[in-house]
């Protein structure tokens, strides 16, 4: 008997820390853009150069790789954010199982009040497209309004433009003077009949080409900062997007309403305490 006590707590132990490490896993990347209602004159981030791209007839609307619709009630419970999270996730991991039939480049290169692009769409798997439609958005990734940041904040779309498989385009974008070059961002966006296959991220802060070759499923997400119903799926959002995004996590804005993802440290705090709760209760039984 004391044998099978004593070796409780390893085997509690055993059993959590796997937990702890596949927490720290790192994630396949996504893209992420967040928008405003087109014409909607109560929100500070609402641009006619960023439409939405999709009809949004209730806020919020979540879809993934455009046809991948999120539910506005996920579980039956739409005040819940983890089930908005679990919904969003389900999606972009259904997408990623697809894979990708051509992989990105992006490269870019700032210059006083523009950006100059370069996307390179190259073939790959068993079927590659002949010609895919390329559109690009630029994005503001921690813009704050009444003191809190927001994520992937669209700014300004560019006009899907034709290219073909294998092959290559250049677009350039002029900045508008209250954008932060620092928060500034690019979605590449690959489609073919109105399905996304495969999407890339490029910060002007990398030192190198985005090469996106795993299928990057894209996340776009449709809110207001008025919608307070919104809440519970936009504090989903932040969380998918700081877990695959390229640009990381929001810069602290201090509030608490964000989720946070586990991570290896939670637990691993968990597992060491279960060990002691499972060796407190062996010495009170002995």
């Given at each position: 008997m004391?044998?099978a006590?004593?070796?409780?707590?390893?085997l509690?132990?055993l059993?959590?820390?796997?937990?702890?490490?596949?927490?720290?896993?790192?994630?396949?990347?996504?893209?992420?853009l967040?928008?405003?209602?087109?014409g909607?004159?109560?929100d500070?981030?609402a641009?006619?150069?960023?439409?939405?791209?999709f009809?949004?007839?209730?806020?919020?609307?979540?879809r993934?790789?455009?046809?991948?619709?999120?539910?506005?009630?996920?579980?039956?419970?739409?005040e819940?954010a983890?089930?908005h999270?679990?919904?969003?996730?389900?999606?972009?991991?259904?997408?990623?199982a697809?894979?990708?039939?051509l992989?990105?480049v992006?490269?870019?290169?700032?210059?006083?009040?523009?950006?100059?692009?370069?996307?390179e769409?190259?073939?790959?798997?068993?079927?590659?497209?002949a010609?895919?439609?390329?559109?690009?958005v630029?994005?503001?990734?921690g813009v704050?309004?009444?003191?809190r940041a927001h994520?992937?904040?669209?700014?300004?779309?560019?006009?899907?433009e034709t290219l073909?498989v294998?092959?290559?385009?250049?677009?350039d974008?002029?900045?508008?003077?209250?954008?932060?070059?620092?928060r500034?961002?690019v979605?590449a966006?690959?489609a073919?009949?109105?399905?996304?296959?495969?999407?890339?991220?490029w910060?002007?802060?990398q030192d190198?080409?985005?090469v996106?070759q795993?299928?990057?499923?894209?996340?776009?997400?449709?809110t207001?900062?008025w919608c307070?119903?919104?809440a519970?799926?936009?504090?989903?959002?932040?969380?998918?997007?700081?877990?695959?995004?390229?640009?990381g996590?929001l810069?602290?804005?201090?509030?608490?309403?964000?989720?946070?993802?586990?991570?290896?440290?939670?637990?691993?705090?968990?597992?060491?305490?279960?060990?002691?709760?499972?060796?407190l209760?062996?010495r009170r039984?002995?």
């Open positions: 004391h044998g006590r004593d070796a409780a707590p390893l509690a132990l059993l959590l820390a796997p937990l702890a490490w596949a927490q720290e896993a790192p994630a396949q990347p996504a893209s992420f967040a928008y405003r209602p087109e909607d004159t109560r500070a981030l641009t006619p150069l960023a439409p939405p791209p009809e949004a007839t209730r806020l919020p609307a979540t993934i790789d455009r046809v991948g619709v999120a539910s506005s009630a996920p579980e039956n419970r739409p819940s983890p089930a999270y679990r919904e969003m996730l389900r999606l972009v991991q259904a997408a990623e697809e894979g990708a039939p992989a990105l992006v490269d870019g290169r700032a210059a006083p009040g523009s950006l100059s692009l370069r996307v769409a190259r073939p790959q798997g068993a079927a590659p497209p010609e895919v439609a390329v559109s690009l630029l994005f503001e990734h704050v309004v009444a003191g994520p992937y904040v669209a700014r300004f779309a560019l006009a899907p073909a294998p092959g290559n385009a250049s677009f974008v002029r900045l508008d003077p209250s954008w932060s070059l620092d500034v961002g979605v966006i690959a073919r009949d109105g399905r996304v296959v495969q999407s890339a991220t910060l002007p802060r190198a080409p985005t996106q795993a299928k990057a499923a894209l996340v776009e997400h449709v207001a900062t307070s119903p919104c519970p799926a936009d504090d989903a959002f932040v969380l998918l997007a700081t877990q695959r995004g390229a640009a996590a810069p602290s804005d201090g509030h608490a309403s964000y989720l946070r993802a586990p991570t290896g440290w939670l637990w691993a705090g968990l597992a060491l305490g279960a060990l002691a709760a499972v060796a209760v062996g039984r002995a």
